[in-house]
C-alpha cells in the first residue's frame, strides 16, 4: 500500500519497522534563520532520515523576478531526489517540525516529477516524538539511487496565464498567506503588500487543528467555505513564495479535491513587476 497524502507517527513507526526502502526526508526550515532546520536536524531526528534544504535541494536559481524560492530544474532536482535515495517505487514520506509547511513543498516537487508514493508526516517531527519514538543525532545518508521521474507541466501555472486564468468561468486563485498579508495590512517578506486581483484566500494554517491536518471530511468542509464549489481542475494556488500554497494542494488532495495546480512563483514573482496589478482588501 502507498501512502500519498498523510501518515500518521504510528503508521510511520511500524512501515519503517517492516519496509528498509522507505525514504524518510527532514525538511525542517526557518525562513528566518535559513541554517537552523539542518542543526535541528543533526541534535535530533527521526532515525534514517536525510535532510533538505527548502533553499539549496527543494529550490532552484534565483534571478530577482522569478520568486524567493523557484522551481529547481528537471536535471537538478532528478539529481537531488537521488543523493536522497528516492527512485520508482519506494515509499518517500516528508516531515518538517510540526505543520507540514515544508515537507508539503517535497511532497508536490515528488508528484510533479511523477512519483506519487509519497506522504507528509501528520504533526511533523513534534508529533513524532510526542507519541514517544525514539530519535537519532548526527547526519544520516542513504545510497544514492537513480531517480528518473520526468516534470509534468499540467501540474503548473504560470504567470503569462494567470490573468486569463482568473477571468475565466468557475476558476479560484488561492492565496495560502495569512489574511493580514492577503488584505496588505503588512508585508514582512516581500517589497509589495496585497494580493494577485481576483484572489481568494484560505491561510494554509485553517487546514489544521492542534498542528495536525484536520480530518478528511472537516478538511473539505473548510476547504469549501473558502473556495466554494469549484471543480478540483479550477483551482490554482499560490502563497508567498511557492511553499505554502503546496500546503493548500495537500488538504485539497486528502480531501478528495484533486487536479488543483500550482503557481511556484506566486507573489514574491507577481509583485516583483510593478506592471502587474495589486488588490488590497
Keep these: 500500500m502507498a501512502f500519498r497524502t498523510l501518515i500518521d507517527s504510528a503508521t510511520l513507526a511500524n512501515l519503517l519497522a517492516q519496509d528498509p526502502s522507505v525514504v524518510v526526508v527532514d525538511c525542517r526550515f526557518e525562513l528566518s534563520n535559513p541554517p537552523a532546520g539542518a542543526q535541528a536536524y543533526e541534535t535530533a531526528h527521526i532515525p534514517g532520515a536525510v535532510y533538505a534544504h527548502l533553499d539549496r535541494d527543494l529550490s532552484g536559481a534565483k534571478t530577482g ?6 522551481l529547481p ?3 537538478a532536482l532528478r539529481a537531488t531526489l537521488g543523493r536522497l535515495g528516492i527512485r520508482s517505487g519506494r515509499q518517500v514520506v516528508a ?13 508536490w516537487l515528488l508528484r510533479w516529477m511523477g512519483h506519487d508514493a509519497v506522504a507528509v508526516l501528520d504533526g511533523g517531527f513534534a508529533a513524532w516524538t510526542a507519541d514517544g519514538h525514539s530519535t537519532s543525532s548526527g547526519v544520516e545518508t542513504t545510497p544514492a539511487a537513480t531517480f528518473e521521474g520526468e516534470p509534468h507541466p499540467e501540474m503548473l501555472a504560470t504567470v503569462e496565464a494567470l490573468p486569463a486564468f482568473v477571468a475565466s468561468p468557475g476558476a479560484r486563485l488561492v492565496d495560502a498567506r495569512a489574511p493580514e498579508r492577503f488584505r496588505g495590512d503588512i508585508e514582512p517578506l516581500d517589497p509589495v503588500a496585497g494580493h494577485i486581483p481576483g484572489a481568494l484566500n484560505h491561510f494554509f494554517q485553517w487546514n489544521l487543528a492542534g498542528g495536525r491536518f484536520l480530518a478528511a471530511e472537516a478538511l473539505g468542509q473548510r476547504l469549501r467555505e473558502s473556495i466554494g464549489d469549484a471543480e478540483g481542475d479550477r483551482i490554482v494556488c499560490y502563497c508567498g513564495s511557492g511553499v505554502t500554497a503546496c500546503h493548500n494542494l495537500l488538504a485539497l488532495e486528502h480531501a478528495g479535491i484533486s487536479g488543483a495546480r500550482l503557481y511556484p512563483g506566486s507573489w514574491s514573482e507577481w509583485s516583483a513587476d510593478p506592471a502587474r496589478p495589486v488588490e488590497r482588501g
Excluded at 523576478?65 to 523557484?70: A, I, L, Q, Y
Excluded at 516531515?95 to 511532497?107: I, V
Design 95 to 107: 516531515y518538517d517540525q510540526d505543520s507540514g509547511m515544508y515537507a508539503s513543498r517535497l511532497w
Design 65 to 70: 523576478k522569478n520568486g524567493r524560492h523557484p
Design 73 to 75: 530544474e528537471p536535471d
